[in-house]
């Protein structure tokens, strides 16, 4: 994008509401990308379970922080082609196979005492062609998983440095014919230049699974950045049930967004009531590495700064 090199990107899935840890992450994905001269993209990630009226609601809680993004927002649903287009030239370089294993065969044949912790086991690995048949003519639809040649990828992270992990025979394309995760992240960010992604680190162990495919579609590895999450007083990660964990709750108490952005500005050391305030403060190397421990009732006064 214009006058940018590179691009950052927020990824918010419209399950519901964002919550004070999701909207800290996307202020962190958003000062990654403007102090590092980075375009900011947001693309919603809507191929899972979607409830009505979320993306819009998260797009005008992000505005009311004061955040701000490059180009239109993106929808991965509108982007199943190129999706697709991945899927297909992985299978014609033979790094795919069909996989008819239900949820249920796979935990059982996991828990079998061999192979790496949470490794889909290989079932399906080497079906022949009319065992293949078999399975189709039962009825069982059949998922794409990749053929990896690995069992392992190392990457760098901003704040976690070498982190290797698990690569398994991972899902591309679900049964129902819907792109997996895992695949359609790769692909957008790839297509859409993003070269820094900033997430939460919950989704750390599936990092080298995505740098992995990244390297066998040919596109670079983007740089990874995961930042801990938002965890109640329990240390469990935040959810509805903890009380005003979204903007809107924050607001019912009379709250202004100001108000909450200083609370997420406090969270990473900084007093602050806008995102531009932070951009000459941000230092990415005194960010705190391990979870915001949020009391629900914590409250930030505004600071007097304009
Ligand atoms: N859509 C994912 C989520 O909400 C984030 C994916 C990513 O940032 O790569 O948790």
Redesign the pocket.
Known sequence: MNGHSGAG?????P?GDLHLG?LRTALLAWLFARTTGRAFGIRI?DLDRVRPGAAERQLSDLAALGLDWDGPVTRQSERLALHHAAVDGLTAAGLTYECYCTRREIQQAAQAPHGPMGAYPGTCRELSATERAERRAQGRPAALRLRSKTSEFEIVDGLRGHYRGLVDDFVLRRGDGIPA?NLA?VVD?ADQGVDQ????D??LPSTPRQAYLATLLGVNVPRYVHVPLVLNRDGKRLAKRDGAVTLADRRALGESPQQVFALLADSLGYRANRPHELLAQFRPALLPTTPWVLATNDVVEPSRNP
């Open positions: 990107r927020f990824a918010p899935s399950s999701n990630e995760y992240v960010d992604v900033v997430r939460g919950d989704l």
